[in-house]
């Protein structure tokens, strides 16, 4: 069957961004024509391709890997797993095969983003790990542990997972029902399934698991929650990823009592738009005190004091503490400011490079860290560290909402000498000081709003 690659495969063969190969498609009448996929993402003949790209002088280079994965991509989307667990291929090049998959099936599979993946396993460590809910293996593949157990429900998923990780045990079959693991393990990390309304609510109502609670019908998260817990040695670390609604829906409130009784919950973090990262310990000795509420990844100091939750609504919400202390916006009151607008023109625009080249032209020791906490290492003289972190964080910036890939290094920004990148370093760092501002802004709106509703704070 011939072999056929969208956009994004044209963009990584040709080294360029997707802007600039639907600029070819515009401006070359002889671009190869769609042989298939939709209006959106249509495909096209890898040799047709090739010898567009050979014609009009563009350089480029499909990898061994790359065809492979042109060949496999022939497969009907619904078997595309199933053709990548019975590829023949070395682990590096397997690696680069599940990638594209994760990229070509993200919303299906709904990969954990990398950045999640760093957090999550910053928060927790020892010898063995389990995810219950592992899907094709990323949390455990990134696990620094020596032994590595899974299990996942769908068996392509857990065989593309055994292949990823040939030493690790992966089961097969549904974990809250069935599992499959019969060890204790020093850390439990899952991002299980949240909108599985069918979890087994019925069958489990006396399970033995829910120590902290029956978990109700429409609340599946806390019933991963407590099965992860359940799998922890005493004192054993779990990290789960849930969804915000978690922390603050009526239905889940004795849960989340108990486990704030317990000393079971040590800190929740969104990390995320929408999504809360769960620090727990399978509890043992004397409850903490304070707990770590957190707006954003960051040290765990505790900063919440236990009692103060447990009202009413044990609303757990990072959010609920920066909205509730009045005492917070009369300290801000008196000094906030916003910085002022960098003068910017319109001009006609210069050439174009990519992140990636700047990077690879300008080797050294300087470091600058995107968003992500990706870190390059520069040489100031070559490329000027605010125009770096500058065009990083306005790649950010402009990807679109609920996108969790981008490919920084691939990015089109303009092409500067290093007179040029300074002047724009400055107006990104006035645009950073201007962001920081309206953060701190919002904040302080949200705190007068909850001050006044609350009659903590009145007008003068």
């Avoid at 769960?278 to 509420?293: F, K, Q, S, T, V």
Wanted: glycine share 8%.
């Amino acid at each position: 069957m011939d072999e056929t690659v969208n956009a994004g495969d044209i963009a990584r063969l040709a080294d360029v961004g997707r802007a600039a190969v639907s600029n070819w498609r515009r401006r070359f009448e002889d671009f190869p024509s769609p042989v298939g996929g939709t209006a959106s993402s249509p495909l096209y003949l890898l040799r047709d391709v090739e010898s567009w790209l050979r014609r009009n002088g563009k350089p480029f280079r499909v990898s061994p890997a790359e065809r492979l994965w042109t060949r496999l991509r022939t497969a009907d989307d619904l078997k595309l797993g199933e053709a990548l667990a019975a590829v023949e291929a070395d682990a590096e090049t397997f690696e680069f095969l599940h990638e594209r998959y994760l990229e070509a099936h993200s919303r299906l599979l709904n990969p954990t983003p990398p950045e999640v993946v760093e957090v999550v396993l910053a928060t927790t460590d020892g010898d063995t790990v389990i995810d219950p809910a592992c899907g094709t293996g990323s949390l455990l593949k990134a696990s620094r542990a020596r032994n590595k157990i899974g299990q996942e429900l769908d068996p392509v998923s857990a065989v593309i997972a055994r292949r990823r990780m040939p030493a690790a045990q992966i089961f097969t079959g549904d974990s809250l029902r069935h599992n499959g693991v019969q060890v204790k393990a020093d850390a439990v990390v899952c991002d299980p399934p949240w909108h599985d309304r069918a979890w087994g609510h019925e069958e489990l109502v006396g399970d033995a698991r829910w120590t902290y609670g029956l978990p109700p019908r429409g609340e599946p998260e806390l019933a991963w929650l407590q099965h992860a817990l359940s799998l922890a040695k005493p004192g054993g670390l779990v990290a789960v990823l849930l969804p915000s609604a978690t922390a603050s829906r009526r239905p889940g409130k004795r849960i989340r009592g108990n486990l704030l009784r317990a000393g079971a919950l040590r800190a929740v973090m969104t990390v995320q738009p929408g999504r809360d990262l769960w620090l727990l310990r399978n509890p043992i000795g004397r409850a903490p005190e304070h707990i770590a509420l957190l707006e954003a990844p960051g040290p765990l100091d505790p900063n919440t004091r236990v009692i103060d939750l447990l009202d009413d609504d044990v609303d757990l919400s990072p959010s609920r503490r920066s909205g509730t202390d009045a005492s917070a916006y009369l300290a801000a009151q008196p000094t906030f400011g916003l910085p002022p607008l960098p003068e910017l023109q319109q001009q006609d625009a210069p050439p174009m490079t990519t992140i990636g080249e700047l990077v690879r032209a300008a080797p050294g020791r300087h470091v600058v860290t995107s968003p992500t906490g990706a870190t390059y290492e520069i040489d100031p003289r070559k490329l000027d560290p605010d125009f770096l972190e500058g065009v990083l964080r306005a790649a950010f910036a402009r990807t679109p909402t609920g996108s969790t890939r981008l490919d920084v290094r691939r990015t089109q920004v303009p092409s500067l000498p290093l007179a040029g990148q300074q002047r724009y370093g400055r107006a990104f760092a006035q645009l950073k000081a201007l962001e920081a501002g309206l953060d701190e802004a919002a904040t302080l709106v949200r705190l007068g709003y909850s001050g006044l509703l609350s009659g903590q704070v009145g007008p003068a």
